[in-house]
């Protein structure tokens, strides 16, 4: 197995949506790897916290699509989510002993031994001192620096401004933009990460007259990601291309 390449002219800065989940299970220390491997330039991943006060990395709200039992994060204990026996969509096996939720020190550890960008989603509403927790946490691993954050919070992401005047900070948004879209982001010095669909050369070209980066999730179609790239997207999430 491997990724698909696509060739451009302009090179976007590539992100390996939940690990090279293409190739290996998302959100797993094993597709996280898989990206480290790889000339992905970030590894984008998702943090919940569970119910005990720790932090956890999976997608959904539940386990049910992932694994065997069905539980809600909030509402489960870092050690129970961790015990889940996750699905192996990739082999005929139905469970591998390596493949668990991680925790958000094993995946900062990971990003800086490839040396790639931790691209954390904020996947809750996380209150301020959720957020504060999440900092120190990264900050103890000396990755901030290393670190974007992206989140369809909007408040979350003008604390965290207010925190770190200088932090890449990434708006997410799905196919339509909201109301004062652009206000929002040059008031608080947000870059745009918007679901490919919506995005037009148009919102790209007025992004970048106002000095906002935009990224673009979650692209998997070789021939979109071309036309991205000719476009000047800056940078391209994705499952699978490389």
Known sequence: MDTIKICTEKKPLMIAHRGCSGLELENTNAAFVAAGNRSYWGIETDVHRT???????FHDETTARLAIDNLEMEKSTFDTLRRLTLLNKYSEKKDRADLMLPSLSEYLSICAYYEKKAVLELKNNFSNSDLDEICAIIEEAGCLDNMLFIS????????LRRKYPNQPLQFLTDS?????WLNM???????????????????LDLCHENGIKVNVWTVDNKERAEELAAWGVDMITTNILE
């Open 51 to 57: 119910v005990d006060g720790k932090f956890i990395l």
């Open 185 to 203: 982001l040059t008031d608080h010095k947000l870059d745009l990460d918007m679901r490919h669909r919506g995005l037009t050369k148009e919102i």
């Open 152 to 159: 369809f919070g909007y408040e979350q992401l003008v604390y």
């Open 176 to 180: 339509k933009l909201p109301d004062g």
